[in-house]
């Protein structure tokens, strides 16, 4: 399969603070995805990103699907608890996606 | 209830024994997919099906065998576990637009937990 790398891994912040993870791969894809894993549950989609350059928002979240189409970011702003999670980016090739490892959210009140 | 069920949420099995784990849809969706949730590798594609009687290997499908006789399920069976398949299992389903720049979002199911010993 396809290897996403993203980074951090794990995360403690601030309540208030802006944060940012990204996903960067090897292989260019058409669509980058964005979900949010929260404790006992599956994931669920946050973003989805079709164009290169692409900037979307979803109330404090903001992601990118970078120029080279190797890469994506997200930012989350004014962090508050029920931010906590695991974040992954994922990018689709025809109806198969490939998950990053995932960047564990943990918010300090 | 409306959405994607999986059973059992929990599962403690012994090496070399079967183990089948259930997907059941209620919206219809044509697609439906298996992941594993292992840490430190995200979740990886295990099989998908595209519709009934349509299945094909996704990045893990060793030691793994799927059906779909029927639209709304998508079992998994092990045929003889392993402790490497000690993981969580995510079940997706999704419609197919046939629209190649958009995205059918994958409907994930609140995963099984497999412990293999």
């Known amino acids: 399969g396809q290897q996403l790398n993203q980074s951090p891994q794990s995360m403690f912040i601030q309540e208030g603070e802006d944060v940012s993870m990204n996903c960067t791969s090897s292989s260019i894809f058409n669509t980058w995805l964005w979900y949010k894993q929260e404790p006992g549950e599956g994931p669920v989609l946050l973003i989805a990103?079709?164009?290169?350059?692409e900037l979307t928002s979803n109330g404090r979240l903001t992601a990118q699907f970078g120029i080279t189409r190797k890469d994506s970011f997200l930012n989350i702003s004014a962090s508050i608890p029920s931010d906590v999670g695991i974040y992954f980016c994922?990018?689709?090739?025809?109806?198969?996606?490939?998950f990053g490892a995932g960047t564990t959210v943990t918010v300090r009140a | 209830d409306a959405g994607i069920t999986q059973s059992p949420r929990y599962k403690i099995t012994e090496t070399g024994r079967q183990v089948t784990l259930m997907c059941h849809q209620t919206?219809?969706?044509?697609?439906m997919f298996w992941y594993r949730q292992d840490l430190g590798h995200g979740l990886r594609l295990i099989y998908y099906s595209a519709a009934a009687d349509i299945t094909d290997k996704g990045e893990v499908p060793d030691g793994y065998v799927v059906s779909r006789s029927k639209t709304e399920n998508f079992p998994l069976t092990l045929e003889s576990a392993t402790r490497s398949q000690t993981s969580v299992y995510f079940c997706?389903?999704?419609?197919?637009?046939?629209?190649?720049?958009?995205?059918?979002?994958?409907?994930f199911g609140p995963g099984t937990r497999l412990t293999v010993l």
């Open positions: 919206w219809s969706h044509s697609y």
């Open positions: 997706a389903s999704s419609e197919s637009s046939n629209r190649r720049e958009y995205y059918d979002e994958q409907f």
């Open positions: 990103l079709y164009k290169a350059g």
């Open positions: 994922a990018g689709l090739v025809d109806y198969k996606l490939s």
